[in-house]
C-alpha cells in the first residue's frame, strides 16, 4: 500500500469518525452506507454519497438546511474522493455563507490538500486552522501534513512536525515518514524513523525489514 493510499484512507477515516464522536451521529464504516437508519445520520451519509455522483451545487440546490454536519461531510466526502478542487471551492463557500468552520473541516481540507499536492496552500490552511480559528491540531491533522510535506521533498519539515506533536505519533503516521524517506532515499532520516517506528510498535518484526525494498 503507498503512503497516499494509506493516509487517504486514514484521513478518509478519520472524517467519518471524527462527525460521529463530534456530532453524536452513530457512524459505522463498516456498514450499508446507503442505509438510512436514523435523521442525523442518514443525513451525513446521504450527503457523502451525492457528493461522489453528482455535482456539488445540485447537492446544495436540494437542501434546505446547511448546517455544519452538512458543510463538513460534503466538503470531506469531496476530498475522500479525489474531488479536492471541488472541496476547496466549496470551504469558500462555506465562508462567505457565514459558517465557521471547525476542525472536521480542516480535516477535509487538508485531506483535498494531500490529494492535489499544494504544500504551501495545506501549510496556510494547517497555520489558519490554529492562528485564525484557534482550533487545536489532533493526530489526524498532523498526519496530513506529514502526508504532504514529503510530496515536495520536505522530509526534515515533516520529521520536525511530527517531534513538535503535542502528542506521541502513532503508528501510521510512523509508518507513513519511514515509507517517504525510503521514496526519498534519505538513509539517514529513514534510520530515524524506522527507530521511532519500532519504539511505537516493538513487537511487530516486519519493521524490522521495512528500511529498504527487496
Not at 459558517?99 to 490529494?115: M, N, R, S, Y
Amino acid at each position: 500500500m503507498s503512503n497516499f493510499i494509506l493516509f487517504a484512507c486514514m484521513a478518509g477515516t478519520a472524517i467519518i469518525s471524527l462527525v460521529s464522536i463530534t456530532y453524536s451521529i452513530p457512524f459505522s464504516i463498516t456498514a450499508d452506507l446507503t442505509a438510512d437508519t436514523g435523521g442525523g445520520q442518514g443525513l451525513a451519509i446521504g450527503v457523502l454519497n451525492l457528493a461522489i455522483v453528482i455535482p456539488q451545487s445540485q447537492v446544495f440546490q436540494g437542501m434546505k438546511t446547511k448546517d455544519l454536519i452538512s458543510w463538513n461531510t460534503l466538503i470531506g466526502g469531496l476530498a475522500m474522493h479525489g474531488r479536492g478542487v471541488d472541496a476547496l471551492n466549496l470551504f469558500i463557500r462555506m465562508k462567505n455563507a457565514g459558517q465557521k468552520p471547525d476542525g472536521i473541516t480542516f480535516l477535509g481540507i487538508l485531506c483535498a490538500c494531500t490529494h492535489m499536492g499544494p504544500v504551501e496552500d495545506g501549510l496556510a490552511y494547517f497555520q489558519s486552522m490554529v492562528h485564525d480559528n484557534s482550533i487545536v491540531p489532533q493526530i489526524e491533522h498532523y498526519g496530513c501534513m506529514v502526508d504532504l510535506l514529503p510530496r515536495a521533498g520536505r522530509l526534515e519539515q515533516a520529521m520536525d512536525f511530527v517531534s513538535k506533536m503535542p502528542m506521541e505519533p502513532d503508528v501510521v503516521i510512523g509508518a507513513g515518514l519511514l515509507g517517504a524517506c525510503r521514496t526519498h532515499k534519505n538513509v539517514e532520516l529513514a534510520e530515524v524513523a524506522l527507530q521511532r517506528l519500532i519504539e511505537l510498535e516493538p513487537k511487530n518484526p516486519a519493521n524490522y525489514g521495512k528500511m529498504w525494498p527487496g
